[in-house]
């Protein structure tokens, strides 16, 4: 029978292989390694050029191999059905990561590491996924007609045309980039994306306690950044339009948490009515106790959601005539509730409204988020 050639290395990789079938060889010669360990101070060389410009505390390494080294390790594992057989990745995973760990003085993380070097022996050079950095917050919003995020322009669909000036956005400035901005900048990030826990219309400001937000950072160069710092600038150049507080370092589960919660909300409503308003129709709205309502997808929202009935939960209103026909509204709410067609029944696609249990066609001028729970 014809012995297996191996170098002293991988014969001990192989330690199950009997050794009377194992012909000593050179690593040049070996089909196990094919001299890949020879590379190692050079591999080591390209990793530290390339993740020099990156802050990480924690690391992890990964291997790609030629495939005639990868089908020679899969040959002997089927031959000796060795299906524990330490691989020769986990090698040399192992004897540069220990390496650098020593010479760096960060750890290995096999969980969750905060940059993947991916050493590829095939194109002789080294890949990085840098996790991104996520950090949590609440922010309010005080302008009106500032969308919390970028929306593509509807005429070009984002390509950029005569219409939004070659921005291909629908709307000017974003609340997403007033916030991000200093934060892109400050973590050197490729680009940034922005998770609202649900997002308020975009004439709606946002009040009280504020709206739950993650703020993902796409390949930061440094993860070490000044939140409390970063929220002050945010806040000073943002007076009067928008405000950030909370802040905290998080992880991309929370993006998950935040857009699953379930959060009831509470808005003021300034809403004009077709006719005066008497003090017999504010008892009526002031009787609303957790009224179930059925909401057909809004008129203002058929492109872009289902066509179907919601069932949501009004809590509470409470009435007050600001005029003769203005009233301010305050409702809390079932998260997902359409408030401005539970005012004016939109068409009759929501029942009961406020105009249906009134009598009289009432519409929502103006809407603010006061509190959201949670
Ligand atoms: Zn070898
Ligand atoms: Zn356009």
């Known amino acids: 029978m014809e012995k297996i050639r191996l170098c002293e290395r991988c014969t001990k990789r192989y330690s199950r292989i009997p050794k009377e079938e194992i012909a000593t060889t050179n690593e040049k010669e070996c089909p196990a390694c094919r001299n890949i360990f020879s590379k190692k101070k050079e591999m080591m060389q390209l990793v530290e050029k390339t993740v020099k410009e990156y802050e990480f505390d ?84 005080y302008e009106r007609g500032l969308p919390q995020t970028k929306w593509p322009c509807r005429k070009c669909r984002g390509r950029g045309c005569k219409q939004c000036n070659n921005t291909g956005k629908q709307y000017g400035e974003t609340l997403e980039e007033l916030v991000a901005v200093p934060f892109v900048e400050a973590s ?53 339009r928008v405000a950030i507080h909370d802040l905290e370092f998080t992880e991309k589960k929370k993006v998950v948490d935040i857009k699953a919660a379930k959060h009831d909300k509470t808005y003021i409503a300034l809403t004009r009515c077709s006719e005066s308003i008497t003090n017999s129709d504010i008892a009526k709205i002031n009787k609303i106790k957790d009224m179930k309502l059925e909401q057909y997808t809004p008129k203002r929202v058929e492109n872009r959601r289902a066509k179907l009935t919601r069932e949501r ?42 105009t249906e249990i009134i009598g009289k066609p009432c519409i929502c001028e103006a809407l603010d988020v006061i509190n959201i729970e949670g």
């Open 58 to 141: 924690n690391f992890l390494l990964g291997c790609i191999l030629p495939d005639k080294i990868i089908d020679f390790e899969t040959e002997m594992i089927e031959k000796y059905e060795h299906e524990d057989q330490r691989s020769i990745k986990q090698d040399i995973n192992q004897e540069i990561g220990s390496e650098f760990e020593k010479r760096w003085k960060k750890e290995v993380n096999f969980t969750n590491p905060e940059i993947m070097i991916i050493l590829d022996y095939i194109g002789n050079k080294v890949k990085l996924q840098i996790k991104p950095v996520y950090i949590y917050g609440r922010y309010n919003k």
């Open 188 to 240: 050197q990030a490729k680009n940034e994306s922005f998770h609202g826990g649900g997002r308020e219309d975009i004439d709606a400001v946002m009040l009280g306690t504020g709206r739950p937000f993650v703020l993902e950072l796409i390949d930061p160069k440094i993860r070490k950044i000044d939140l409390k710092k970063l929220e002050k600038v945010v806040n000073e150049k943002n007076k009067d």
């Open 313 to 354: 939960t009004v809590y509470y209103v409470k009435a007050e005539r600001v005029e003769r026909d203005l009233l301010k509204l305050e409702i809390k709410a079932e998260t997902g509730t359409y408030i401005k067609e539970f005012i004016s029944s939109d068409n009759g696609r929501t029942k009961p409204s406020i």
